[in-house]
């Protein structure tokens, strides 16, 4: 599978209507702005990236790996409305025109596998600072630990 990671710094929304998220956003951790994004997206079911995931101060980032295996979980969510949804997200996130760069998260369209094994092409925030000196989830499940 090829990740899918596009270059462009919080691209347009345009034509991709799912969301992964794999932090505070999953059903599992409950974070504060999970009501929200509830109301706003239908819940699809689990899904894993290629990537690895790191602990970074308080929530997890998501870096892409290339390397068979290394996984990041998460939820698949079907947006209603992306265009009103993702400015919103983005502001949560951090990134985005607003925010001075480098900004710790940056979002992309990235292929995301369900758990049938059907790819669907999502918006992921990936973290997009140096990982170096952070803690490594070796699991990839930043809900499961």
Do not use: K
């Amino acid at each position: 599978m090829q990740t899918g990671i596009a270059v462009a710094h919080n691209p347009p929304m345009r034509d991709c209507h799912y969301l992964f998220v794999y932090g505070s956003l999953r059903r599992a951790c409950g974070g504060r702005l999970h009501r929200m994004l509830i109301r706003n997206a239908s819940y699809v079911g689990p899904g894993s990236i290629r990537g690895r995931l790191f602990q970074v101060d308080g929530y997890p980032g998501a870096v892409p790996s290339i390397i068979d295996g290394e996984q990041v979980s998460g939820d698949i969510l079907r947006l209603r409305r992306p265009a009103a949804l993702l400015p919103r997200l983005d502001r949560y996130e951090g990134t985005g025109p607003r925010f001075r760069r480098p900004n710790a998260f940056r979002r992309a369209r990235i292929a995301v596998t369900d758990e049938t094994g059907r790819v669907i092409d999502a918006w992921v925030y990936l973290y997009d600072r140096p990982v170096r000196g952070l803690r490594r989830i070796p699991s990839g499940d930043y809900c499961g630990r």
